[in-house]
């Protein structure tokens, strides 16, 4: 009786189809990246002198190594901090005889707190044991602090939130000329609510 032969596999194609499948997942997969915070440094500026701030335009935000926030000498829940940034920001106290009247600005004009939105500036400074999740948490506040002032003059000015043109400026599908629109607007509003985040103390005057 003869003997069947097997026949064998032509694997001379699977180098090709290996590396086929290589680049499909390559092409095809999407990697995951974590989300950190959006913060531009400064240009660098030779300073002549030391640059000093009125404490009325300083609003300090302390975070001890027990994770407890302290705003202003004053200790307060973390849940109130946006609406403080608010009011500060959006106080408005500055007088015509000086220049500094916020025609925009809807907030309580006291004569303690900041003067203009140009002059308010948010100093943060945090203890070297305090929780990075805490840190986190204290930073999204006051930066939604900033976008609810800008969502709302976006909303008067341009009947849109301020984060929405952000994305449709970023969105790839956005024509230039309707970017270019949007940037006017966003640098617009940018300067109506500059944000001043400082990570470092200030000198107080």
Do not use: W
């Not at 970017?179 to 107080?204: C, F, G, H, T, W």
């Amino acid at each position: 009786m003869a003997r069947r032969e097997i026949p064998e596999v032509n694997a001379g194609s699977m180098a090709d189809i290996a590396f086929l499948l290589l680049i499909f997942f390559l092409v095809t997969t999407t990697i995951e990246t974590d989300v950190g915070l959006d913060r531009k440094l400064p240009p660098m500026e030779e300073v002549d002198s030391e640059v000093t701030i009125k404490e009325r335009n300083l609003l300090q935000v302390l975070i001890n190594k027990d994770n407890a926030l302290m705003v202003n000498e004053e200790i307060i829940p973390l849940e109130d901090l946006r609406q403080r940034a608010i009011d500060f920001l959006d106080n408005g106290g500055g007088t015509n005889d000086k220049g500094e009247t916020c025609d925009y600005c809807q907030g309580a004009r006291d004569e303690t707190s900041s003067v203009h939105p140009h002059k308010a500036i948010i100093s943060l400074v945090n203890d070297r044991e305090t929780k990075y999740k805490t840190y986190i948490a204290v930073q999204n506040e006051l930066v939604a602090a900033y976008n609810f002032l800008r969502n709302r003059e976006a909303q008067r000015l341009y009947k849109t939130n301020f984060t929405t043109m952000q994305d449709d400026y970023n969105d790839p599908k956005t024509s230039d000329a309707q970017k270019d629109v949007l940037k006017n607007r966003i640098e617009n509003i940018q300067k109506m609510y500059p944000q001043y985040l400082s990570e470092a103390e200030p000198r107080k005057n």
